[in-house]
Structure formats: C-alpha cells, structure tokens
C-alpha cells in the first residue's frame, strides 16, 4: 500500500494530497509517487526555483503545529488529548502561503517543507536507526534545518536534542568524504525556541546554544583528513523565539507570521554577516533541479537504507545520469515525429526503386536537431555539468546517424536525379537542334546543362549543412557528382561524334555516288577524249582511270576530314577522339568507295560500258564522225583493232592500279594504323580491310580486285559476242549500201 494514499484515502485529483505527501513511509518505503506530487504542486518545472526545509526536533515539542502555521500544510498534530506519538516516516507538504504576511513581506516560491517524525526516540529508546536515516536523508536534501527546542532544553547539553545533533553533525561529515575537493554545500540549522518566556533574551539563549553545539562539534569524531575541521565550515546558524502558543496564542500568531518572512531569498551582510533578506542562501541550494528531485531523494535513501556509503556527489552523477537519459529519451521522441516519416518516404521510394529528393529536407533536419538539442540543453544543462556533457553527445550522435543516413540518401536521390535530367536535357536539347535544320552547339548544351545540373546539385548539398557539424559538409559528394557529369559528357560527346561521323559518311556516299560514276561514265567515249571541252588539261584516258579515281577519292575523303574535325572540335573533342573518328571516317570511305565501284561494274552496267566504248571505236572516225560502211571498208580491220582496244580495258578494270607504278594504292598508309584510343566498340561495326587488317587473312592484292578471274572470262565471252552482234550488223549494213 503506498504511504500517502493509506493517509489521505484515494480521494481524486489534486485533493489526495492534501496532507501533503508522505515520502518515506513507517516500513522505511520511499514513496514511488513523489514526482506526482511535485508535478501536480507545479514544483516540478521550477528548476532550481525551490526550497527544501525539514524540522527537527523531540517527539511532541510543537514540530507540526509549527509547520502548519508557518506555510499553512496540514501535517497530523498530535491530539491535545490523547499525547500519543503520531505515525513515525517523513512528511513533505509545499508552502500553501505564498502571498504576503502581515507585513506585506514574501516568502520565496516553491519552498517544500519535510516533517520527519519520530526522529528522537532515545528518550523511548526507541529507533535510533530511523533517527540517523532520516539525518541523512534530510541533510542530503535540505537547505535549511528547523530544529525545533523547548526554551527550557536550552543549555542542558546532554539533553535529548542535543544528542540528535550530534547525530546529524557525524552523518554530515560522512556526505562528503569521497569527495573532498567538491564544495561542500553548507546547511543551515535554524533554531526555533519554543514557549520563549522572555526572561533571557533571545541573544542569550542563542549563546548558550552555540557554546553547546561547539562543545558537541569537538566531541565527536571526524573523519581522516578532516580532524581539523571546523563546525562553520558546514553549517550556518540562525535563531528565532516563539511564545507559548497556548498562552500567549496571538503572540505567537504574530511571531509565527514574522518568522515566516524569513523564508525568503537573501545574502549576508559584509559587514557583520547577519542575514539581509531571508535566509535562503544560494549556497544552501542542493543544486538537484526540481524535476529530478525525486529520483534524487529516491537513490539517497535507497543508498541509506541498505547502508551504503551515501556520498553526494556520486549521487549526483547517478541522478544525473538517469536524468539525462529520461530526459533525451522525451526530446527524441518529438524529434522522431518530424524524422521518422522521412525516413519511412524515403525507404518507401527506395524499395520502389525511385530515388526521390525530399523537399526542404535540410531545413527541417536542422530545426528537428536544433529543436532537440535546445530542448535537451534546458533540461538537462542543470544536471551535473560532466555527464550532462558526456550525454549531450550521445544525443548529438544518435540525431546525427539519423540525419546522416537521410541526408547521404538523399543525396545520393539528387545525384542520381541530376545525371538523369542532365542527359535526357543534353539529349532533348540536340533532338530539337536537329529538328530546326541541324544546328546547334553541342559544347554549348553540354556546358550550360551541366551548370544547371551542378548548381541544383550544389544548392541540394548547401541546404544540407549543419552550421559547425563536420560531417554535413557534402563537398566531396559534389566532387564526385561533378565527376560523374564529367564522364556523362563525355559519353554523351561520344555519340554525338557518333551521329557527326554518319552524317559525314552520307556526305562522303553522295560525293563518291556522282564523282565516281563520272569516272566510270568517261569509259563509254571510247573516243580518247575527242569530245572533251577542256583545253590545256591532258585529256582523260582508259589508262588512269584508278589514278582519277584514287584523287577524287582522296580529295573528297580530306575534304570530309576536315568537315569531321572542325565539328569535333568544336564540342570539344579531345585529339584522341578526333583521331579514331578520322579513322573510322577513311576506313569506312573506302569501304563506300569500293561498294560504288562495285555498283559500277556489276554485270549489266559495265557489259554496256564496253559496248558503248567499243561502239564508240567501232562506228565513229577519229574525227567522231560517224561511219556509213561501204563494201570497200576494212570493216574487219576496224572491228578487230576496236575490240581489242576495248577488251584491253578488261584487265585494267579488274584492278585497282595507279598508272605510275603499275601497283595498287597504298591503302594501309592512307587509312593509317589504328589510333591507341581506340576502344573495342569502336572497331564493332567496321569491315575487315585486305593489307589492312593483317590478321583477316585477305591480302591488298585481293582487296584491290574489282573483278574476279571467272567474272573476268565471263565478261570476255559476252562482250566478244555482242561485238561480233555489232560487226555483223555493219556488215549487212555495208552490203545493203551497196545494193541499194
Ligand atoms: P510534534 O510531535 O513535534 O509534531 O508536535 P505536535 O505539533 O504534534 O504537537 C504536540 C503537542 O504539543 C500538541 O498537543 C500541540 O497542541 C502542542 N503544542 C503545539 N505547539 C505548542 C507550543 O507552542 N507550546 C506548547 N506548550 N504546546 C504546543
Ligand atoms: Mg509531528
């Protein structure tokens, strides 16, 4: 059963404890409800704005009835009747007179009065034990201690009270031993005189009482080190008079009142270290903020009761401990609620394999977190100041792997999300150049995307700093995001050298489509040039055909070259690039130029190449007029001397020879050997070269060939009959003449 609802029954709300509360009970049980208490007297959220008091004294002197006058509680007094001693335990009960006195004076806020009873049970020889506990409880937590003493006790040294001060100055001494460097807070030991006749003045009486106390100060026994220790190196002394309260009752009325205008705020005088103001010094203060009261008061008596050593500054690190831990645990809890749903977007859009860049993300981690903190420093800054420390940064440290883990995910949301957009605008932007007449300035989108991709980048990691927190410092994720852009680009560029080399090689197909067929369409005038317009230029002959071919071809390729690289160039092509592409451009031109000669040659277009050349031999003079055969023509001389000029071609046509040297063009020196950057995937889509590509196993021998031996024959055999067709046909036309 817990102590104060045993006394004041389980009234509701507030009323249950009217009585106060009961805070160690008659089994020696600390009440678990002591926090409640403080929280529904509003002592709680006062920080260090409180006051402790307890009173002390003999069983029946008048300790209650003080109590109940002084701060209007309402401690159980013993009937005036019945004198029999009141439950034993401790009491606490808040000031419930906080307005002014008679004399309009204050008492300070929030004082919180201890009534420990059945202290002093030597005269029954009762519970010493309780007695000494409850010492040290009170003296582990008060500020001030009431002792409470008939007039007529003063002065008898060896009487009952004194004994319990002796008592509390041996427990007091024990506080601090673990600790001595650790100020000692002093106590102070106010002595209220009871039933104060005033035949000896209070100043007398306040003598006696000090040559006592000093007189038991030097009996008792002190501790190693502290042999030499004085009594006012602990305690303060104050001294009040009350009249007989039954009587004189208004006397002591008004001196209760007076008296209780002393429980107020003051400092000492410098001159002559009296009070001024109230007697609640700072230095009395236990410096336990209110709303760690409890768990304090809870730990010492847990340590008295089972004997322990009872030291106060351990106490305090444990409490602040707990307190800490309480008090991070609540401020976490708000800190979550903002938190908490980012992260479950976040691991939502990554289970769904989309990476998405949270709004505000920066702005509302560092409110989350300074929230927190804040929250944390005003509670728990009052702790001890080491561990308060220690657990500031266990909290900094479990907020920040929180938002640590956001804001590397977030952005790694935006890296992904900016190489995305920067790619798909890079390649949009070339898409609608090429839409509206092909130009555009591929650098020029390249660069103003990638500035639009970095500074949204930039300004993701910038809303992301935590003034003075290292780790927020993306930096680095920038680097390498930029990095990323870079190489980005340079894919991108890639293809764009990619389409620039396609769109060359059209070009190079349609210059070579009309140039080369001009070449070839020169083998029909069979006539060595006669109708040539040109003058001055040596005509053109059967002979260097392969030699005109080679030169258009070369000049269209350089042409193209330079076409290629001016492009390249400038979207910034590296030289190595414009090399493979270079590369690419002759291979692949030379492949276009041999499938254009192929065309040319193919059965039917070159069968009618002959004959045209041959016809042109055969039926036009060299002065390219035409003949009217006459039986006395060599009509046979004419078409032998004819088709042999013209199956002479045959073999020219069959390879590709440059007059000169009588050997094929030097086709490896002209394509180059292949440039070191270039890569696997460029080599892809390219056709194998005879005398090129060695390892192919086609010889230039073979890759010159532009008729094979069959087709060679082939072509003979049907070129000679249709020549023979001709010479027929002139034939009968000669006789004909003749006849007509
Ligand atoms: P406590 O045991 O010290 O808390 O004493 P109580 O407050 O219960 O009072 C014990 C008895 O002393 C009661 O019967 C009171 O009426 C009586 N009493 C209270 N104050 C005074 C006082 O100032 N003078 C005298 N003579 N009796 C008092
Ligand atoms: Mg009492």
Request: proline share 3%; net charge negative.
């Amino acid at each position: 059963m817990n102590g104060h609802f045993a006394a004041v029954g389980n009234g509701p709300g507030h009323k249950q404890f009217g009585h106060g509360i009961q805070v160690i009970d008659e089994e020696k049980a600390f009440n678990a409800h002591l926090n409640e208490y403080l929280s529904e007297t509003q002592v709680a959220e006062a920080g260090f704005n409180y006051h402790l008091i307890s009173v002390f004294g003999s069983q029946s002197t008048g300790k209650s009835t003080l109590l109940n006058h002084l701060f209007g509680t309402e401690f159980s007094v013993m009937s005036e009747s019945e004198r029999r001693q009141t439950t034993k335990g401790i009491w606490m009960s808040k000031n419930k007179k906080e307005g002014a006195n008679a004399d309009g004076a204050k008492m300070a806020e929030n004082i919180l009065v201890m009534d420990v009873e059945g202290t002093d049970g030597r005269e029954r020889g009762e519970d010493q034990d309780f007695e000494r506990k409850s010492a040290l409880f009170a003296l582990a937590t008060s500020e001030v201690l009431i002792v409470n003493i008939w007039e007529h006790q003063v002065g008898l040294y060896q009487g009952a009270n004194m004994g319990l001060l002796k008592t509390v100055f041996e427990v007091n001494l024990q506080l601090f031993l673990k600790d001595r460097k650790a100020q000692s807070p002093r106590s102070l030991l106010f002595f209220v005189i009871r039933d104060h006749i005033g035949n000896t003045p209070l100043s007398n009486l306040r003598n006696t009482l000090i040559q006592d106390l000093s007189k038991i100060w030097s009996s008792i026994s002190k501790p190693q080190g502290l042999e030499n220790s004085k009594i006012d190196d602990y305690f303060d002394f104050a001294f009040a008079a009350l009249p007989h309260k039954v009587l004189q009752p208004q006397q002591f009325l008004a001196e209760v009142d007076k008296l209780g205008a002393r429980f107020a705020a003051g400092h000492r005088s410098t001159k002559d270290q009296e009070f001024v103001g109230g007697v609640f010094l700072p230095e009395y203060h236990r410096r336990i903020p209110a709303d760690g009261l409890s768990v304090y008061a809870e730990g010492v008596w847990d340590q008295i009761t089972n004997n322990k050593d009872l030291d106060l500054p351990t106490q305090q690190e444990l409490l602040a401990q707990f307190r800490c831990d309480e008090i991070s645990r609540e401020v976490l809890v708000g800190f979550d609620e903002i938190i908490a749903p980012l992260e479950e977007q976040q691991a939502e859009s990554t289970r769904l394999g989309k990476a998405s860049v949270l709004a505000n993300l920066g702005a509302t981690g560092a409110a989350a977190r300074e929230k927190c903190v804040k929250a944390f420093e005003t509670q728990a800054s009052r702790y001890h100041k080491g561990v308060y420390t220690t657990k500031r940064g266990e909290l900094e440290s479990k907020i920040d792997s929180r938002l640590k883990a956001l804001y590397q995910a977030q952005l790694s949301a935006a890296h992904k999300a900016g190489v995305a957009a920067f790619s798909d605008a890079v390649t949009n932007a070339v898409k609608t150049g090429q839409k509206s007449g092909g130009s555009y300035e591929f650098a020029e989108i390249v660069e103003k995307q990638k500035r639009k991709t970095l500074e949204f980048f930039k300004k993701e990691a910038q809303s992301l700093l935590i003034q003075g927190v290292a780790w927020s410092n993306f930096k680095p994720q920038y680097r390498l995001f930029e990095k990323e852009l870079d190489e980005v680009s340079a894919r991108l560029r890639k293809e764009e050298m990619r389409r620039l080399a396609i769109r060359v090689e059209r070009w190079v197909k349609s210059r070579l489509g009309d140039a080369i067929g001009l070449e070839f369409n020169k083998l029909g005038s069979g006539r060595g040039g006669s109708g040539a317009p040109e003058t001055g230029e040596k005509p053109p002959t059967e002979k260097d055909l392969w030699d005109r071919i080679w030169t258009v071809f070369i000049g269209i390729v350089k042409e193209a070259e330079t076409r290629f690289t001016d492009r390249a160039k400038s979207f910034e092509a590296n030289e190595e690039e414009v090399e493979v592409g270079l590369w690419r451009l002759r291979r692949k031109s030379w492949v276009a130029l041999r499938e254009r000669i192929e065309e040319e040659v193919m059965e039917s277009n070159i069968l009618m190449k002959l004959r045209e050349n041959f016809e042109d031999k055969f039926r036009y003079d060299e002065e390219g007029v035409p003949r009217i055969w006459r039986p006395t023509d060599d009509i046979e001389g004419i078409y032998t001397r004819a088709r042999e000029s013209t199956l002479s071609l045959i073999p020219l046509l069959s390879r590709f020879r440059l007059a000169e040297t009588y050997a094929p063009p030097d086709l490896p020196a002209f394509i180059g050997l292949q440039p070191a950057g270039a890569e696997t995937e460029d080599e892809e889509d390219l056709a194998p070269i005879g005398g090129v590509d060695e390892e192919e196993g086609k010889s230039l021998e073979e890759e010159m060939t532009v008729l094979s031996e069959s087709k060679r024959q082939d072509l003979v055999v049907r070129f000679k009959k249709m020549a023979d067709g001709v010479y027929v046909e002139a034939k009968r036309s000669a006789i004909g003449g003749m006849t007509q």
